[in-house]
């Protein structure tokens, strides 16, 4: 997953400001690790899925779609943001989805994940998960670094003004 910031790279292409170096690898093993262990111990095992008995099936059920809604439009919202414009200079992305979180694609696919859980809950699907946020919020820091270094002061603002993770409730 790409970040906000546009970078040009040559005449014809323009590239983004740079990713934890194994970035990808990372997020497809973690999101295979967690549908695995959700997965298996939702229809398989049963160990750590205590929980279903204890929630209603309609408030599970809510609660998943809403996640999955909330999460698919975060990173259709934060990838139309960063894709659907060619910049010519060196641009920071504030605007939709960059204006609530400073990294609305990692957070919408753990909101995704989160939608499995409430479905049916496992509690060794939710500590992969926790895992994975930590595993976010590294390769977050690891990038911001890099628009740090590309953008200095710009991005260092735009630190203070929006969270990292949780949106703001503004009035």
């Given at each position: 997953m790409r970040k906000g910031v546009v970078v040009k790279i040559s005449?014809?292409?323009?590239?983004?400001?740079?990713?934890?170096?194994y970035c990808d690898s990372l997020q497809n093993i973690m999101i295979g690790l967690f549908f695995a262990v959700w997965g298996v111990d939702a229809f398989i095992l049963n160990y750590s899925t205590v929980l279903v008995g204890l929630i209603p099936l309609l408030l599970r059920l809510f609660l998943a779609i809403l996640s999955l809604s909330i999460g698919v439009y975060l990173v259709a919202k934060s990838h139309k943001a960063i894709f659907s414009e060619v910049h010519e200079h060196t641009t920071l992305i504030e605007s939709g989805a960059y204006s609530w979180v400073r990294h609305p694609m990692y957070l919408g696919t753990l909101i995704s994940c989160l939608g499995f859980f409430f479905a049916?809950?496992?509690?060794?699907?939710?500590?992969?998960?926790?895992?994975?946020?930590?595993?976010?919020?590294?390769?977050?820091?690891?990038?911001?670094?890099?628009?740090?270094?590309?953008?200095?002061?710009?991005?260092?603002?735009?630190?203070?003004?929006?969270?990292?993770?949780?949106?703001?409730?503004?009035?």
């Open positions: 005449k014809h292409r323009i590239g983004l400001g740079s990713e934890h170096p049916i809950p496992s509690l060794l699907s939710l500590a992969v998960w926790i895992a994975f946020f930590l595993l976010y919020n590294k390769m977050a820091t690891y990038e911001e670094n890099d628009l740090i270094r590309i953008l200095g002061e710009e991005y260092i603002a735009y630190q203070k003004r929006v969270p990292k993770w949780f949106p703001r409730i503004r009035s």
